[in-house]
T-cell receptor, first 117, second 110 residues
Framework: GAVVSQHPSWVICKSGTSVKIECRSL??????MFWYRQFPKQSLMLMAT?????????EQGVEKDKFLINHASLTLSTLTVTSAHPEDSSFYIC?????????????FGDGTRLSIL | SQQGEEDPQALSIQEGENATMNCSYK?????LQWYRQNSGRGLVHLIL?????REKHSGRLRVTLDTSKKSSSLLITASRAADTASYFC??????????FGSGTQLTVLP
């Protein structure tokens, strides 16, 4: 159980393109979803936290107009990288958790590798 | 940065040996979690230890937690080549977010 599906797994596109990444919880209701960014050989950096039906909370230094997050249902959150540029190239990973109290792990998608030419 | 530190950054051992990774964090926690990441993939949850626990076991994994030192360790016993991956600790505080450590790249040689 507790499967998170992330799509697409790999995107290559031209500079200026907007790219949408989907994160779905397949067998549980994800009241909260998290979006992370990971550079090669580095750790995960939290970009934003999204709760179903409300606006996402962005971490300091993350441009909310650049990285649009929508969490319209309990099983789907999307991250749209608008007008992507080469510096946006990275590995983006989502995770999800249900509404259980503290002490439950997050469940991660397999990540999306974004390459902007 | 709120990110924790892990050491060593890289560890290379022979199959059958034990691997120990250490993690330090900066804030008070509700629990600390360990995750594994194979190259180019997402994270897989390994084990969670609550702030009132000192040691926890799961199969070949043993985790310790010292809240007075804000540190944790992950021991993998009788390592296998398939254990080769990056391992991250993640501190979970009151905000229920995870703050990840810098990671340890483990290579188990057959």
């Amino acid at each position: 159980g507790a499967v998170v599906s992330q799509h697409p797994s790999w995107v290559i596109c031209k500079s200026g393109t907007s790219v949408k990444i989907e994160c779905r919880s397949l067998d549980f209701q994800a009241t909260t979803m998290f979006w992370y960014r990971q550079f090669p050989k580095q750790s995960l950096m939290l970009m934003a936290t999204s709760n179903e039906g409300s606006k996402a909370t962005y971490e300091q230094g993350v441009e909310k107009d650049k990285f649009l997050i929508n969490h319209a249902s309990l099983t789907l959150s999307t991250l749209t990288v608008t007008s992507a540029h080469p510096e946006d190239s990275s590995f983006y990973i989502c995770s999800a958790r249900d509404g259980a109290p503290h002490g439950q792990p997050q469940h991660f998608g397999d990540g999306t590798r974004l390459s902007i030419l | 940065s709120q990110q924790g530190e892990e050491d060593p950054q890289a560890l290379s051992i022979q199959e059958g040996e034990n691997a120990t990774m250490n993690c330090s964090y900066k804030t008070s926690i509700n629990n600390l979690q360990w995750y594994r990441q194979n190259s180019g993939r997402g994270l897989v949850h390994l084990i969670l230890i609550r702030s009132n626990e000192r040691e926890k076991h799961s199969g070949r994994l043993r985790v310790t937690l010292d809240t007075s030192k804000k540190s944790s360790s992950l021991l993998i016993t009788a390592s296998r080549a398939a254990d080769t991956a990056s391992y991250f600790c993640a501190a979970s505080g009151s905000a229920r977010q995870l703050t990840f450590g810098s990671g340890t790249q483990l290579t188990v040689l057959p």
